[in-house]
């Protein structure tokens, strides 16, 4: 089954504990992005990739690394999480023609 | 740069009565238009998408939507509610742009509330 596969599902971690989301797709998709949701903004791009060694900043990039060392991954970094952070945290691949796939989200709390 | 305007961000309809969702865009290039759904504790679900031709777009679950360039909207409709289709809807724009990052850009979301 054609899928993005992130993990965890649900974090909960402390100020200042770096942590990774994992972000998988098997569709051999060259484009990767990662989003935030929040309450009454929507989602905002965080971070995208080309392809594979290809990042770049999306419009909220502050606090968060990504890597795109192979193809099929595209893991997100929060070195020095911060409460702010707190948010619902969605990965995306794109084939020719506008396909998105969307991940299931990963709810983050940061205490 | 892209955004979009989804006017509503509560919606609540009477099941089997008839569902307009808006949703207006500014772009200064062509655009792609989506739609995607939000079910409770759940990823995005597309819903449709407009990226040429007939402006009058059929998706999935009998939702359908009308782009119209005048005036830059890209409103979805239903004719009839079901309960199941209480959710979060979210309209996104896409489209050429420099260096390759044709991002969707969303609006903020119409929660849509089906009455019994």
């Known amino acids: 089954e054609a899928q993005v596969t992130q993990n965890p599902r649900y974090l909960i971690t402390v100020t200042g504990k770096k942590l990774t989301v994992t972000c998988s797709q098997n569709?051999?998709?060259?484009?990767m992005s990662w989003y935030r949701q929040d309450p009454g903004l929507g989602l905002r791009q965080i971070y995208y990739s080309m392809n594979v060694e290809v990042t770049d900043k999306g419009d909220v990039p502050e606090g968060y690394k990504v890597s795109r060392k192979e193809k099929r991954n595209f893991p997100l970094i929060l070195e020095s999480p911060s409460p702010n952070q707190t948010s619902l945290y969605f990965c995306?691949?794109?084939?020719?023609?506008?396909?998105?796939?969307f991940g299931s989200g990963t709810r983050l709390t940061v205490v | 740069a892209q955004s979009v305007t989804q006017l509503d961000s509560q919606v609540p309809v009477f099941e089997e009565a008839p569902v307009e969702l808006r949703c207006n865009y500014s772009s200064s290039v062509s655009v792609y238009l989506f739609w995607y759904v939000q079910y409770p504790n759940q990823g995005l679900q597309l819903l449709l998408k407009?990226?040429?031709?007939?402006?009058l777009v059929k998706g999935i679950n009998g939702f359908e939507a009308e782009f119209n360039k005048s005036q830059t909207s890209f409103h979805l409709r239903k004719p009839s509610v079901h309960i199941s289709d209480t959710a979060e809807y979210f309209c996104a724009v896409s489209g050429p742009s420099n260096f390759g990052n044709e991002k969707l850009t969303f609006g903020t979301g119409t929660r849509l509330t089906i009455i019994p």
């Open positions: 407009y990226l040429s031709g007939s402006t």
């Open positions: 995306a691949s794109r084939t020719l023609g506008y396909g998105y796939t």
């Open positions: 569709m051999n998709h060259e484009y």
